[in-house]
């Protein structure tokens, strides 16, 4: 009887990128396929291994021999690492993964694959699987590491890199400027190229799974469909589609829900950068001073490490900042519970798409500060094509954090954007119920398996 149950079923094999912002997504995806009545295995990296809860003891993991040590993360920065990393493990992970072959009693139905881990296709190919890429970001922000290939292949650094073209926008791509392609401080523009030649690459790929919503990202889901040549299937968010096992590889502080307990509604900005951006100490200075300065309460997540530059330890500098009780700062938050929370107002963010899609799934309108990757297109949509955010350009001064805290918080403009914020709300969550255009899309990919 066993037997008969196992062979019926058939095994998704999932790997992720080794960063927050990818892992998520990817068990989200392995919980929405689990849940379709599929098997999972999870192949990880050993840096940033994600440590198998009890809500994930249904899922096999297995580990990619050879990964590089986090000292690499941090001397090569991201970009750079993940071309290294590709190189070191295309050969480790098609030994894996003919030893999965072996071992499994259940067919392989297909392997699907983040964007930033494309050294899995040749492998895949190889043993005649089905090929799939999952992008944790937005379409846009895949039909702009397209279109700097693009730039690259026609004209070299000509249009990428000192042109003075900083403030035009990319034609065709309204509203990106030049400056907004994701062309970023993660690594050079050569390595960003390499890296995204790679990513853009489909191979054999049957198809790509995107974590975005039609509603919010239409004319790049037509633009990459028309160029890739394959299904490409919208299924996000997927936060909102499935409940989500807990995937952080930080301990998150609960304690600032209890204190959000306290405040008033929509009284609190959420302030956070993400899993991997920092800031030097100087910005974080002028940032706490305008906070204070805005007279708006306010929850801030500083990473152990995300601010450079201090002798200072990151707890005296968080006393040195924060000598009103109107703030709150934890070390990492649990993000989705706060957007939820009714205190919160608005979100101070770095515009990672994770954080994007959690806040407008909350009807919660944000401030931008993008820093590099795809952080300052998503940062255009916000404000120009979704408007429900308001970005922070140039340097970062007092004056500038307490005018566009008090816009959005206090001032008439901010009504305006929390209701775009929470019409939002409402097109997202129709679009992963039954009938909704990701939850359609999600059945569409799972029937071609
Ligand atoms: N996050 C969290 N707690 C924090 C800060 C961030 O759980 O204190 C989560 C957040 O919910 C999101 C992810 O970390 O799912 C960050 O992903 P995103 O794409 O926004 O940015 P990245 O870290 O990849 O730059």
């Not at 994600?50 to 000292?71: C, Y």
């Not at 040549?229 to 502080?253: K, Q, R």
């Not at 590099?372 to 970062?396: F, H, T």
Request: hydrophobic fraction near 40%; aromatic fraction near 8%; charged fraction near 25%.
């Amino acid at each position: 009887m066993e037997k008969t149950n196992l062979a019926m079923r058939r095994r998704v094999v999932l790997v992720p990128a080794p960063a927050q912002g990818h892992i998520t997504p990817m068990m989200q995806l392995a919980k929405a396929l689990h849940l379709k009545g599929f098997s999972i295995t999870v192949a990880q990296t050993k840096f940033n291994y994600l440590n198998p809860s009890t809500d994930l003891s249904d899922f096999q993991f297995v580990t990619i021999p050879g990964t590089l040590p986090e000292s690499e993360f941090n001397n090569l920065g991201p970009g750079r690492f993940m071309v290294k990393l590709a190189k070191e493990c295309h050969v480790s992970f098609k030994e894996l993964l003919g030893q999965l072959l072996v071992s499994e009693e259940e067919e392989i139905a297909c392997v699907i694959y983040d964007e930033f881990m494309y050294f899995v296709e040749p492998a895949v190919t190889e043993f005649k699987l089905r090929n799939v890429i999952l992008s944790t970001t937005s379409a846009s922000a895949f039909v702009c590491r397209f279109v700097v290939c693009k730039l690259y292949a026609k004209d070299g650094l000509a249009q990428l890199k000192g042109s003075g073209r900083e403030e035009e926008l990319v034609p065709e791509l309204d509203p990106i400027r030049y400056k907004d392609l994701p062309v970023s401080v993660f690594a050079s523009v050569e390595y960003s190229v390499e890296l995204f030649k790679n990513t853009c690459y489909k191979g054999t790929a049957s198809s790509v799974i995107i974590n975005t919503v039609r509603c919010l990202d239409m004319s790049s889901l037509e633009w990459l469909q028309e160029e890739l040549e394959i299904p490409v299937y919208p299924i996000g968010p997927l936060h909102m589609a499935v409940t989500a096992p807990p995937t952080s590889l930080l301990e998150e502080n609960e304690s600032c829900i209890e204190w959000l307990n306290k405040q008033r509604s929509s009284s609190v900005i959420y302030i956070s950068l993400g899993s991997i951006n920092s800031m030097e100490s100087k910005e974080a200075l002028e940032m706490a001073s305008g906070l204070v300065s805005s007279n708006q309460n306010f929850l801030w997540v500083i990473r152990p490490g995300s601010i450079r530059g201090s002798e200072m330890s990151e707890e005296e500098l968080f006393s040195k900042m924060v000598t009103l009780d109107r703030g709150y700062i934890v070390k990492w938050a649990p993000q989705k519970q706060v957007l939820a929370h009714y205190a919160v107002g608005a979100f101070w963010s770095h515009c990672g798409w994770n954080s994007i899609l959690e806040s407008l799934g909350e009807g919660v309108p944000m401030i931008c500060r993008p820093f590099a990757a795809d952080q300052k297109g998503n940062a255009r949509y916000l404000e120009c094509v979704w408007k429900v955010g308001i970005q922070v350009e140039g340097e970062l001064e007092r004056g500038a954090v307490e005018r566009a805290v008090k816009r959005l918080m206090i001032g008439e403009e901010g009504v305006e954007m929390k209701r775009r914020a929470l019409s939002l709300k409402e097109k997202l969550k129709a679009s992963v119920l039954a009938e909704g255009s990701s939850h359609n899309s999600l059945d569409d990919f799972i029937n071609t398996l």
